[in-house]
Antibody, heavy 121, light 108 residues
């Protein structure tokens, strides 16, 4: 069955860096685009970044552009999010999620359980 | 950016009730709209995509409708396990997807 398992979260100080990982299993990872979505404590869902199936195309939310970088290693079935210059407002649970297709519709169907990033001095 | 506004933000209903949640888009999103259920402490779960297509394994009491700028999620007969926050999501501006602010559903 499809599984997405995030890791790498923790408590860090403002201005520092952190790299999140998302290990995928149960499907052919290299055939699927992926997203990162975050959720601040008690708040709603916010899209963070997207990467195409082969890593050639990447997109970012304005709030993280120039600070975060998404990448993937298809040989390891793993998605990454490199987060630099972290700010207090980046505190959130970070989810990775898979994109599939149903006819002409893109569908974000599977999500990981999330990893918590806390940015605090 | 396309903004999604859900109403109501909070809803309290009884078991067996018909529940309706609305999602309005700031501009047309065709049928590129999905609904998610998020239970406390859990990841979001896909309920409906393409505005009205039920995801496999989701109970048939859930249904979606609408197109363009106005969409509805309906629960035909509320069950205790439906306690959750519900989010709409637009994919018309993919990959720059956006979510509604959420509707918290409480069981009376």
């Amino acid at each position: 069955q499809v599984q997405l398992v995030e890791s790498g979260g923790g408590v860090v100080q403002p201005g520092t860096s952190l790299r999140l990982s998302c290990a995928a299993s149960g499907f052919t990872f290299s055939s699927y685009a992926m997203h990162w979505v975050r959720q601040a404590p008690g708040k709603g869902l916010e899209w963070v970044a997207n990467i195409g199936y082969d890593g050639s195309k990447k997109y970012y939310a304005d709030s993280v552009e120039d600070r975060f970088s998404v990448s993937r290693d298809n040989s390891k079935s793993t998605l990454y999010l490199q987060m630099n210059s972290l700010r207090a407002e980046d505190t959130a649970i970070y989810y990775c999620a898979r994109v599939t297709y149903s006819g002409s519709y893109r569908v974000i169907d599977y999500w990981g359980q999330g990893t918590l990033v806390t940015v605090s001095s | 950016d396309i903004q999604l506004t859900q109403s109501p933000s909070f809803l309290s209903a009884s078991v067996g009730d018909l529940v309706t949640i609305t999602c309005r888009a700031s501009q047309g999103v065709s049928s590129y709209l999905a609904w998610y259920q998020q239970k406390p402490g859990k990841a979001p779960k896909l309920l409906i995509y393409a505005a009205s297509t039920l995801q496999g394994g989701v109970p048939s009491r859930f249904s979606g409708s609408g197109s363009g700028t106005e969409f509805t999620l309906t629960i035909s007969s509320l069950q205790p396990e439906d306690l959750a926050t519900y989010y709409c999501q637009q994919l018309n501006s993919y990959p720059r997807i956006t979510f509604g602010q959420g509707t918290r559903l409480e069981i009376k």
